[in-house]
């Protein structure tokens, strides 16, 4: 379908492949925050955002911001956004994409001669993936003022955490919640394969899953492998398989309902791990999606019981199922979600509300300001991986509707 668009694709996609040529050579596309090849993008991006018209600085948090300021200083401001980091070996679009189209529409606000009510700010936020210091959404985090003090004392490759964002231009010491932010958008790859399915152009996010983490140790009994009975075993392994499929079966189950819910075992360890004995210890690390709260609360009971069954029927001891770490799902903001619909039907995009099961900057960024994403398709649902790929009429129309969003909302904002 042709459309005829107030951004610029040609833009979108030269900026694309200008960060994408900023990698490690090996390991395409590999630029982790905190490295020298993220400072050379952020240098990109900051002279792309002084010749948009915006304003630049680093904050405290060590995010990167351009500036465009609006008729009203009481009315606060709207952001966009996403990150520039990548994981290793994947990233051509993940993040660079919503970053590189928050760039756009303020280029096509500036070219259309339109002048909000609201600040508009672009934000490249730093270190959203699992960056060197092992913890994410660093930038994010801070701009909500909810980054956790003791993770500045995190070493790797010589560095504090604190000394990195020190050297990405931040003052980690001075962390500041934002709170004149009205409105945050961000658009992601969908990095499932949904969308692609369904021949939808457009995902209204509904809710960032929650990421729930338990862990599950089975105990056997080691003994000889080719002496001892087969009934007379208390294999860990053997009951361990059995707990993997329950998971199966029971995210399986819930999966079908409304909502997004997913469980993987995600890490698998066994002791003593050599052939001829009978694996005495299994450690498992599940890895637990959910939209809804109440659908994690029947996984982990339905668990619960299946490991007691499981355990009485291998002889083998499983003890209840140990938390490791929970965040809680974030929902979109209703007024943002209705605005990126509407955006939808003015721009001809076809769409569809869903969930996100993977983490965003927009969950923390939704708890300053009213928040939402869109989805954009990605091929075979592929990312962080090498051949993650997004196509660029796709990328500009998902730009076109957050253009239409951010004008809907400067007036909508001002009426609240």
């Excluded at 630029?31 to 955002?49: H, I, K, M, P, V």
């Excluded at 008729?71 to 660079?96: C, E, Q, Y």
């Excluded at 964002?165 to 980690?172: C, Y």
């Excluded at 990328?395 to 076109?400: C, H, N, P, Q, T």
Aim: net charge negative; proline share 4%.
């Amino acid at each position: 379908m042709s459309r005829n668009l107030a951004v610029s694709a040609a833009r979108i996609a030269a900026d694309i492949d200008a960060l994408a040529a900023i990698t490690d050579p090996g390991r395409p596309w590999t630029r982790r925050a905190f490295s020298d090849l993220f400072l050379q993008g952020r240098a990109y991006l900051e002279t792309q955002f002084r010749a948009a018209g915006l304003e630049t600085h680093i904050d405290t948090a060590g995010n990167l911001i351009g500036r465009r300021a609006g008729r009203n200083a009481k009315a606060g401001t709207i952001m966009l956004g996403s990150h520039s980091d990548t994981v290793p070996d994947g990233g051509r679009f993940d993040g660079v994409a919503g970053v590189v189209v928050a760039l756009e529409v303020a280029r096509g606000l500036k070219e259309a001669g339109i002048e909000l009510e609201h600040n508009l700010e672009v934000a490249d936020f730093l270190a959203e993936e699992v960056s060197i210091f092992g913890v994410s959404c660093v930038g994010s985090r801070g701009m909500a003022g909810i980054r956790p003090d003791e993770w500045l004392g995190r070493e790797a490759e010589g560095m504090t955490l604190a000394e990195g964002i020190e050297k990405v231009g931040g003052k980690p010491a001075l962390q500041i919640a934002r709170d004149d932010i009205r409105a945050f958008l961000e658009l992601h790859i969908e990095q499932g394969p949904v969308l692609e399915g369904e021949k939808l152009d457009i995902g209204v996010v509904t809710a960032i899953a929650g990421i729930t983490r338990v862990e599950i140790i089975v105990e056997g009994r080691a003994d000889h492998a080719g002496t001892t009975p087969m009934d007379r075993r208390a294999d860990a392994l053997a009951a361990a398989a059995h707990v993997v499929l329950a998971v199966e079966t029971l995210a399986g189950e819930l999966a079908a309902t409304p909502g997004h819910f997913a469980a993987t075992t995600g890490e698998f360890e066994m002791w003593p791990n050599a052939a001829n004995v009978v694996p005495s210890k299994v450690r498992m690390l599940l890895d637990i999606r959910s939209e809804h709260r109440d659908d994690l609360g029947e996984f982990l009971t339905g668990l619960e019981s299946c490991l007691e069954g499981i355990a009485r029927d291998n002889g083998v001891a499983i003890a209840a199922p140990r938390l490791v770490s929970d965040n809680p799902a974030m929902p979109m903001d209703p007024l943002v979600m209705e605005t990126l619909d509407a955006a939808c039907e003015t721009t001809g995009a076809a769409h569809r509300r869903m969930a996100s099961g993977a983490g965003h900057d927009a969950a923390f960024m939704a708890r300053i300001a009213r928040a939402g994403m869109i989805f954009i398709p990605c091929l075979s649902g592929r990312s962080h991986a090498p051949e993650e790929w997004a196509e660029n009429a796709d990328i500009a129309l998902g730009a076109e509707v957050l253009l239409e969003a951010v004008k809907r909302l400067d007036t909508k904002l001002m009426e609240q």
